[in-house]
Nanobody, 126 residues
Framework: QVQLVESGGGLVQAGGSLTLSCAAS????????MGWFRQAPGKEREFVAT????????AIADSVKGRFTISRDNAKDRVYLQMNNLKIEDTAVYYC???????????????????WGQGTQVTVSS
């Protein structure tokens, strides 16, 4: 059974930084594209970033481009989301997810991912 566990969330002031980490277990991590999504209260789950199984291919949502960076360490079975210059509107539960099949490129569609982690709360205060 594949498991994804996020960590690194917390409370930070606007303009600050956080790094989220997602630890994967139970499958050959390096063969799978990974994604980060977020969901704010009352809103739909929103694409943030994705990285393909070959780490050179990434995509970032326009809303966070220039502030967020996605990376992965296949030796450690981890994917990261570096978040800089955080804004109040970045407040949400952040989820990592694995693509639903090996050797597929990343996607911005939540339906293309399974499984998902349990999420980690990021709260940005003024």
């Amino acid at each position: 059974q594949v498991q994804l566990v996020e960590s690194g969330g917390g409370l930070v002031q606007a303009g600050g930084s956080l790094t989220l980490s997602c630890a994967a277990s139970g499958r050959t991590f390096s063969n799978y594209a990974m994604g980060w999504f977020r969901q704010a209260p009352g809103k739909e789950r929103e694409f943030v970033a994705t990285i393909s199984w070959n780490p050179g291919n990434t995509a970032i949502a326009d809303s966070v481009k220039g502030r967020f960076t996605i990376s992965r360490d296949n030796a450690k079975d981890r994917v990261y989301l570096q978040m800089n210059n955080l804004k109040i509107e970045d407040t949400a539960v952040y989820y990592c997810a694995a693509r639903d099949g090996p050797l597929r490129f990343g996607s911005a569609r939540p339906a293309d991912y399974a499984p998902w982690g349990q999420g980690t709360q990021v709260t940005v205060s003024s």
